[in-house]
């Protein structure tokens, strides 16, 4: 008899669904059939059920975090059962070890990680049997059955069980040693809080820092613009003034002075040229191209993304979700036709199927065989949904998948663009742009454009002819300021970690970083932005991420590090590649990591010598250090005390000054004052100017009353302002 361990319950339902079972405690038993004579057993694993062991399960003297202990470096890595998931390890170890089991089928998801999970979970049960590799990329009945009709044998893919233990152990290693390494360095120079670094969370903290000092460090300048309306003999034309193709006047007299030389003047049309030009319908999705539209259109952030596509995968809509390729195989691509054909039965893409283009299997921009190496592109499946069985954020997500396999049977979008130059007293050149749509193509399906056209409101030209004169019938300047660099949405950092090798200055790394897609993979992109977060070093607010304090003092107190910079990533990605393809020793890259390890404690104590931190930063780091016992909740900043150089802070249940005890500054309000509770934005008001808005509601015994708080400057208090000099 065979044994199949999926990843996840759900995953193991869908493999056992196309054959008649029974339901046992962990298990499915499936009955005799022509895919498995013998009948066979379905479990699996509740994801990672195994995790490596904490140092101190290694070694007691590494339990305490000191210098003195550094590098910690195991003989051998082990791994041992995650605590909360005995129950089911128990459940798969019982029935590996039957007797009657003469193989196992290796089920988790296709890829590294469910690679990995499997695997793991037989080294630790101590079971050494024959095996065998189920490598689908959906879940369908007709996937399933295929896949367990062309099983792989178990060495095709035990070369990326490899590249995925040594990645998790090299992770292991560089983030125990240099986490400890400067948690504890940071503490004795007065930063009291715990710092996590791993070889692709810090490189992407490091991006987001350098943003946050790109945006805090810019200086706007001012600029003007200088548009006109010309009339020639009834049509209107409006246009922007420009030199050299620089349209942006420096100076506002000399805007200005244009502008009346301008006025009431000749025109001449000197050319009219016009441009077609056709875009192309957007690639199929990977997971981050869909994280990212996902978080535009709809807010989702990448992880969230990443679990709705999970559960559709799970349901046999979608195909597998963490896939880098998109492109599709000659074998997905014949499936498309039918699938179409089943998409217009469904109410919402009647009006776009049939599509004009049957076929795709003969263009290379969406099929192409050497551009898929473990999956395919994100596409869905041959199965409908039942919509009433799909909440709102999975019909949302389906819908995305199925208009980009839509598009990809539209033919391309095309519009003309018009430019007409002309001349003002034969010296001011201007120009206009307009836009006409001839084609609409496969922007019926999706607004999704490299022109963004969908956003462009172009005028409308009126029909000229060069050499045609008019006059200049009004003139207008008006100011503008150079902006700062945008804040990443999650959406955009899905994409900077995947494109991070266009930030190395060595051509060879970044040709690496290219090819294995950036900092992080598929799987695990979305599960660093969370882990930033949850450590406290970014946090994301409007769907913009912010660097928080302890994220910028981090990467300072890195520096020019190794640990700050793609480079490791691309060389470990490189070595993981080749070890992944049967062409590089995992013990060999474990070696250059270990020694990699003593470099970095090295590093870090020369670094150390130039640290000089912000006080003020340090002392809100500590404050807010949720391991600490005498961790406090931040308080809010709302302004500066009436009375010192100190802050007015809300504390809850008053407002009162920073400098309490270094100064002794008496400075208070009580957020509630006779019944009224006072809010932040009054407060603010009433320190910026001396008096709050009007506040409506004070309670004086039977009495209600409305006023303006105030500061009495001769007193030194607040004190009540009525309107009208009205007294209650």
Known sequence: MKIVIAEKPDQAAKLAAPFSFTKKAGYFEVKPNTYFPDGALITWAIGHLCELKAPEEYNSSWKKWTLETLPIIPDRFEYKVTKSKYKQFNVIKGLVKRPDIREIIIGGDAGREGELIIRTILKVCGVNKPMKRLWISSLTENAVKN??????????????????????????????????????????????????????????????VKREHEIANFKPEPFWDL????????????????????????????????????????????????????????????????????????????????????????????????????FLTNEEAKTLPNILENLSKIDKYKKLLPSPTNSIINNKRFVNEKKVTDHHAIIITEQLPEFSKLNSEEEKIYDLVVRQVIAAHYNNAIFSYTAIHSLV??????????????????????????????????????????????????TKVKKGETQPPNRYSEGNLITVMKTAGKHLEDAELEKVLSKTEGLGTEATRAGIIGTLKDRNYIEVKKNQVFATTKGMLLIEALGESILTSPSMTAKWEQRLSEIGEGNASPKVFMEQVKKLAFKLITDANEREKVWAFNQSEVDKITANNPYSKKYKKEKTIIGKCMLCDGSIIDHGTFYGCSNYKAANCKFSISKKILSKTITQVNIKKLLASGESTLIKGFKKGDKTFNAHLCWDEKEHKIIFKFPHNQQP
């Open 425 to 474: 007293e034969k010296r001011a050149e201007f120009i206009s742009k307009g836009k006409v749509q001839i084609e609409e193509g496969w922007r019926k399906v999706i607004y999704h454009s490299k022109d963004n056209s969908s956003t462009d409101e172009d005028e409308l030209l009126p029909l000229l002819s060069e050499n045609e004169l008019g006059i200049v019938a009004k």
């Open 147 to 208: 896949g367990f009709s062309n099983l792989l044998p178990e060495e095709k893919t035990r070369d990326i069980y490899f590249e995925a233990l040594s990645r998790s152990c090299a992770d292991w290693l560089i983030g125990i040693n240099t986490s400890r390494l400067y948690t504890v360095l940071l503490k004795q120079n007065g930063v009291k809080d715990v710092f996590s670094i791993g070889r692709v969370q810090t490189p992407t903290l490091a991006l987001i």
């Open 227 to 326: 548009e006109a309306e010309f009339n020639f003999e009834g049509k209107m034309l409006k246009a922007k003034w420009h030199k050299n193709n620089i349209s942006r006047v420096q100076e506002e007299r000399q805007a200005i002075a244009i502008a009346n030389f301008c006025i009431n003047k000749n025109v001449e049309i000197t050319s009219i040229k016009k441009e077609t030009k056709e875009y192309a319908p957007p690639l199929l999705f990977n997971l981050s191209a869909l994280q990212a539209t996902a978080n535009k259109a709809y807010k989702f952030s990448p992880q969230n993304t990443l679990d709705i596509l999970q559960k559709l995968y799970l349901k046999g809509l979608v195909s597998y979700p963490r896939s880098d390729s998109q």
